[in-house]
């Protein structure tokens, strides 16, 4: 109909699927984030470090670049093994934070901050709908960050290897990257939205975001200084995550802890049922506090 | 064919305080009109169909739809206009628009038809690339129609849809659901607590008091019915023999307030001959009214019951 027309009539047309509606969030929700040349910015250079590590895993298996180089036998210098792939993801994670902080608050602060929930509730679009939607979009953007490029090398270094022998026999690489990854980013993307729904003006959901790791670090850190004791250890997020990390690449926790800002202390290491257990409480209270803002009607008792 | 709403022993509790309490009715309606004081129930009545608050007991169905268990269903045959201002500032009109219809599930193209219609159609055709964080307060009334439409709605919930707005903005919104509703092709739920908007849009009212329902009545048979009462005023007050005269037309007489004269016309009665027999009698008419019984009377009437219960 022309819009000249100016008058009412009812839809008659097709829906889409209901279990895709969801996806409509992230789109829209990437039209915006490509504005920011900012976050481009930084997305772009996350996979800097990628590509040095698939440069480094190129040379290693290349004697002719080496010798070009002048640096015969660096290659023996060069191991491709848990410590590499666990340095690459604790880099990449470190970055994926950064990005959570930059874009996780501006997801559902605005919704809540302009009454909009009651207007995506109203259609046939439920809170887990608009919770998936809006979590979809870190997924994406870290998922490009960590385990995508992450299993590239994986394949990249299997190939130039030998091939499906290595493969197999470090599959346990591949599973700790994967998971490892997941972890990290429903953590991360749960954790930005439960203090984006909490927290309505976008720098201080931020500004908390990283409190939430370096300020429970520490006084995680005081703790076991006051209590002579490691389970302040538990208010460590990175470092718990660092030793589930360990356990699911099947690395030596001896010899591999985590990779930098990631890594437990020498001797004060918790157990690794602990450590599930906090990340696993840490989700659970991020679940709940999305369960208490988002809603359709705020109920005054 | 189902009603519109239906009501079945509805109760919703926040805690310990019971909101709405054991409603049962049946709306059948092309518009109706949801009336009550502020603290009656309405925005919950309207939050508890959107499946918003779950019921404590009893249910609530529409089009024959549990609003229980299937609210999914119920919600893609709704289209919602809140009260407050319910937009995300920070995007454009149309853009708004169409993400709220695609999220009811219109294909993007159909959803972006859809959502530049709407803005036309409410009159905001010229300012729909504009950011809606801009918008007047009438202008965002209207964005807020535009979203609840886009998507083609069987039954529009309007929440108090001229809250704010200055006379000619709200002539102008009247005007709209005016049109929606003569449109024939989809039913409309307005809450609010002006009696003029209801009393110009709508054909059916639930009057809530308290949580319970304190009047249901059906505005058209009502005008209806109205038609055939009169107040007359004569000059110098009512004569006994120009009474005993109307009296011989076939009208029902009663002596009204201030020398008031209140009359029941018989079905085949003119005017007119009200006017020929004052003629004869030499009475002076000054006034003559319709006594309607307006909404205002009726919705003075339902507040005046204890609990507010029927």
């Not at chain 2, 309207?46 to 024959?64: E, M, V, Y």
Request: one cysteine or more.
């Amino acid at each position: 109909m022309a819009v000249y027309k100016k008058s009412y009539r009812p839809y008659d047309g097709g829906l889409t699927s209901s279990w895709t509606r969801f996806l409509v969030i992230p789109r829209f929700a990437f039209e915006d984030m490509r504005k920011s040349r900012f976050l481009t910015i930084f997305f772009l250079a996350s996979f800097i470090y990628p590509l040095i590590c698939s440069l480094i895993i190129y040379v290693q298996h290349n004697s002719s670049a080496l010798n070009l180089l002048g640096v015969q036998g660096a290659n023996r210098l060069i191991s491709i093994n848990a410590t590499f792939f666990l340095n690459f993801l604790g880099w990449q994670s470190m970055l994926a934070l950064f990005l959570a902080s930059f874009t996780g608050p501006g997801q559902v602060s605005p919704d809540l901050a302009n009454n909009a929930l009651a207007l995506y509730l109203a259609r046939p679009f439920s809170r887990v709908e608009y919770v998936l939607g809006k979590m979809w979009i870190l997924i994406v953007l870290m998922s490009c960050m960590t385990w995508v490029p992450g299993l590239l090398l994986f394949l990249l270094q299997a190939y130039l290897e030998d091939g499906w022998t290595w493969m197999t026999a470090n599959s346990s690489l591949a599973v700790g990257l994967f998971f490892g990854s997941w972890v990290w980013i429903v953590i991360l993307a749960l954790l930005a939205l439960a203090l984006s729904a909490w927290v309505k003006w976008k720098p201080a959901a931020g500004a908390l975001m990283f409190g939430v790791f370096f300020v429970a670090a520490g006084f995680g850190v005081a703790v076991n200084g006051v209590q002579r004791t490691r389970w302040g250890h538990l208010f460590n997020i990175s470092a718990l995550i660092g030793s589930v990390w360990v356990h699911l690449f099947g690395a030596d926790p001896a010899v591999n802890n985590g990779g930098a800002f990631f890594r437990m202390p020498a001797g004060e290491e918790l157990p690794l049922w602990c450590c599930w257990s906090a990340l696993g409480l840490l989700c659970l209270a991020c679940l709940y506090m999305l369960a208490r803002k988002i809603r359709g009607a705020e109920v005054v008792r | 064919m189902h009603p519109v709403i239906e009501l079945d022993g509805l109760e919703v509790r926040f805690g310990s305080r019971t909101i709405l309490k054991k409603l049962n009715a049946k709306l059948t309606g092309r518009s109706i009109g949801l009336l009550g004081p502020n603290g009656a129930g309405k925005s919950t009545l309207i939050n508890t169909l959107l499946g918003f608050h779950k019921p404590s007991s009893g249910t609530a169905r529409i089009f024959g739809r549990d609003v229980r268990t299937q609210a999914r269903e119920v919600r893609s045959l709704i289209g919602y206009m809140p009260e407050n201002d319910s937009f995300i500032a920070s995007m454009s009109g149309v853009r708004f628009v169409r993400l709220m219809a695609e999220l009811a599930g219109l294909p993007r193209e159909h959803a972006l038809e859809r959502a530049h219609e709407a803005f036309f159609y409410v009159g905001l055709g010229e300012v729909r690339y504009r950011e809606l964080g801009t918008y007047s307060l009438g202008m965002k009334q209207a964005a807020k129609l535009a979203q609840a439409i886009a998507h083609g709605p069987k039954l529009l919930f309007l929440d108090e849809p001229t809250n704010g707005l200055d006379p000619p903005a709200r002539l102008r919104m009247i005007a709209l659901i005016q049109e929606i509703r003569e449109r024939g092709d989809l039913n409309l739920i307005l809450s609010s607590h002006l009696l003029r908007d209801v009393e110009e849009c709508c054909d059916e009212v639930l009057i809530l008091k308290d949580g319970n329902i304190a009047a249901f009545c059906n505005l058209e048979e009502e005008r209806r019915s109205n038609r055939r009462f009169l107040e007359l005023e004569t000059r110098g007050g009512i004569d006994g023999s120009f009474v005993a005269a109307i009296e011989t037309l076939g009208c029902e007489t009663a002596a009204g307030a201030q020398g008031r004269l209140k009359l029941v016309l018989p079905d085949e009665l003119e005017i007119r001959q009200l006017y020929q027999v004052a003629a004869e009698q030499n009475v002076q008419i000054r006034r003559l009214s319709h006594k309607r019984d307006s909404l205002e009377d009726i919705f003075l009437k339902a507040m005046e019951t204890a609990d507010g219960r029927l």
